[in-house]
C-alpha cells in the first residue's frame, strides 16, 4: 500500500471510529500493517510521566525520528528499544483539547523512516489530532445537552426570565403557572403554597430562576413553634403501644426515642383518678386529655403542670434578684422602695432605705417619671456612699402585679464592654485584613509561577532542539553554553515546582490520590535508582533496607517519591565520606522511613529552623543554594499523610531524618485506588 492510500486508510478510520479506544487501536493495527514497523506503543502523557523528549515532540508538535539508533541516541526510549533489538524509531504526537498523546514506532531494520514515510507520519499526526478534538467537544456537547435536560425537568418550578421578567423558556412544572415580574422578589404564594425563588444571573439579558415548595416545611415549623408556646406534648397509643411520642418530652426525660416506641404505655406512664398522668422517668405530674379513636388509636395531649412551673419560676427569679450583678430595687406602684439586693448593697450603700421613694435615691425627677411612665431604658444617677459619687446607670422597668422591678446597669461595665467589643471587631478586621493579603500573595505565587512553566518549556525544548543542530552544526563551545541553558532552565524548572508546592500547600490547593503503594515499588523506582547511581559515582555507599513485615500502605506514590527524592537528595548532598542508608520498618498501626547519612550533621540551632520556609543549611558550602523550600514542602507533604517528621543529628555526626506515616492513610482519606 501507497503513502496516499495509507493517509486514505486513516482519514476512513477517523470517519468510522465513535470513540477515542477504537479510534487509536484501528490507527495502531494499521500502522503496523502499512509502515513495516514491528511495535508500535500508545502513551498516554501528563505532568508526572512526562520526559523532556515527550516535552520537545509535544510543544513543536514535531515529529522526533532516529533511523540509526544506538547506545548514544538522544531520547532514553530509543536507547531502550535499541537493546531489545530495533534499530529505527520515531515519535508522533496525537494534540487535542484535553489529550496529549504519543505514538512511539520500532523497526528492526535502519533506515524505515524516509522523507514520504515522515510526510505521511505528519499529515496522520494533524488529521487524527484534529478528529479527536471533533469527537471530544461532540462529546461535551451531548452531556451538557443530556445534564440540562435532566437538570431542567424535576420536580422544582424551573425557568429562563428575561429583562422584563417575562418567562421565555418553562419547565414541565411551570408550563400552567403565571410566573412572570418574579424578578424582584424572594418569595411568592402560588395556588395557595409557598415557594422560595433562587436566582441565578445568565448574562445581563436572562434569568435563571428556580421556584421550590416550602409550604410543607412552614406548616410544620408553625406546628412545632406553636406546641412549643402553649406548653403540651402529644403521645399516640396503638393497641396498648407507644407509635409516637412529642421530641419534647423525649428531651426533658433524657430516653432514647428507640427505648419507646413500640413498648407497653403502662410501662412508661402511670395515670391516677384526677386526670393526672404520672411519669415515673422524671416524677412530673401532667394533666391530660384522651381522644379515642377508631382501630384501637388513641391520643393522649399532655399538659404541663403549670403552678409547679411557676413556683420553680418565682424560685429562680428570686435567686436572679439576689445574685444578679445589676443593681435591682422592688418597689410598689407608687415608687416606695419595698427591697434591695445584694449589688444594691454592695454598689449604693448598705444603709437599706426601706419605704422610701424611689426618688430620693434616683435623679433627675424628669427622667425618673419617664421610667415610670414608658417601658424604654432611660440614662440616670444614683449617688452611692460606697464611692461617695454619682454613678451612671442605664435603668429599665418591669411590671410584676402589683409590684415593679427598676433593673439597673452600671454604665462603666457597659462602656467598658463595648470598648472591649470594639477592640475586638478591630483585631477581627485585622486578622481578615492580613489573610486576605496572604491569600493574595500565595495566589500571586501560584500565577506568576504557572506562567513561568510555558516560556520556560519552549526555552528547555528550543534549546534541545539547537543541541541537536536541527538547525545547523554547532561547535563545541556553542554546545557547552546551550547545555548550560538546558541545565539551568531545568533548575529554574524545579524551583518553580517547588514554590508551586508551597503555595498548593498554603491554599489547601494539594489533593492526595492515594493508592495501595509497595515499598519495593519506591525502591525500584527510576528516581530512587538515578539518586543511587549519582551517591556512588561520589564514592559513597548506598543501602535501602525493607523490613520484612513491613506491608503495602495507602498513600499518594507521587507525592512519596517526592519526599523521598528530597531526603535522599539532602543527604548525598552533605555528604562527601561513607555513605546513605534507608531503612524502612513497621511501628504499630504505622511504617518508619529512616534516610541516615554520614555526612557533616546538623547543628542544634539550625535543627529548629530547618523545616521552616527559605531557610537553608550550610549556606557557606560551595553546592547550588536552593530556595529553602525542599523540607518544607516534605513536612506538609507528610502532614497531609496524616503523619509526622523529625531529625536526629550532631555536628560531624551524620544525620537521621525519619518520617512515620499511618499504614491505613490519612484518618479523612478518599476511596483509594486499587
Known sequence: MGIETLVDRILYICNTANDKESLLKWIQEELKNETGVEEIILKDVNEKNMSNSDSYVLNTKKILIDNKMSDYSLVPEFI???????????????VSDEEKILIYLYSSKEEIFNEALRDALTIISIIVSKDLSNKELYIK?????????????NNNIKAILDENGKAIIKNDMAKNLDISNLLEKSNVIINNKIYNIEKKSIDEKYTYIEMSDISDKIIKEGIESL???????????????????????INNINIDKDE????????????????????????????????SLNQGLEIYILYKDLKKDLDALNNTLIEIIKNS?????????????????????????????????????????????????SNNEVNLKIFSKVKNSDINVTCRKITLGDDILIICKNNYYKDAVELLNKEIIKKEREVERFKNESDLKTQFIYNISHDLKTPLTNIKGFSTLLLNEEFGNLNE??????????????RLMQLITQIL????????KIKLDLQKVNFQDIKNNPSIKALEEMATKKGLFFVFNIDYDVPEII?????????????ISNAIKFTDKGGITIHISKKNKNVKVEVIDTGIGISKEDKAKLFKRFYQVNKTRNEKTGTGLGLSIVKGLVNLHGGRIGVNSEPGKGSNFYFIIPINGPKSKKKVKE
Open 80 to 94: 531502550e528499544a535499541y537493546k531489545k533489538g530495533y534499530k529505527s524509531g520515531a515519535i508522533v504526537p496525537i
Open 260 to 291: 419507646v416506641i413500640g413498648k407497653n404505655f403502662d410501662l412508661f406512664f402511670r395515670i391516677n383518678g384526677n386526670n393526672e398522668l404520672i411519669l415515673p422517668l422524671d416524677n412530673n405530674i401532667y394533666s391530660y386529655e384522651k381522644v
Open 141 to 153: 456537547l451531548n452531556r451538557l445537552a443530556k445534564y440540562f435536560d435532566i437538570a431542567f425537568n
Open 477 to 490: 563551545e556553542q554546545k557547552s553554553y546551550i547545555k548550560i541553558i538546558i541545565d539551568e532552565s531545568e
Open 325 to 373: 450583678n445589676d443593681i435591682i430595687i422592688k418597689t410598689n406602684k407608687d415608687g416606695f422602695i419595698k427591697e434591695v439586693n445584694e449589688s444594691f448593697i454592695k454598689e449604693i450603700s448598705n444603709d437599706i432605705p426601706i419605704s422610701s421613694n424611689i426618688i430620693s435615691i434616683l435623679n433627675p425627677q424628669e427622667d425618673v417619671n419617664k421610667l415610670f411612665n
Open 501 to 508: 508546592d508551597v503555595a498548593k500547600l498554603s491554599s489547601g
Open 227 to 249: 406546641i412549643n408556646k402553649i406548653g403540651f406534648y402529644l403521645v399516640i397509643i396503638n393497641d396498648g403501644k407507644i407509635s409516637y411520642i412529642d421530641k419534647n418530652l
Open 555 to 567: 498513600a499518594d506514590p507521587n507525592r512519596l517519591i517526592q519526599i523521598f527524592v528530597n531526603l
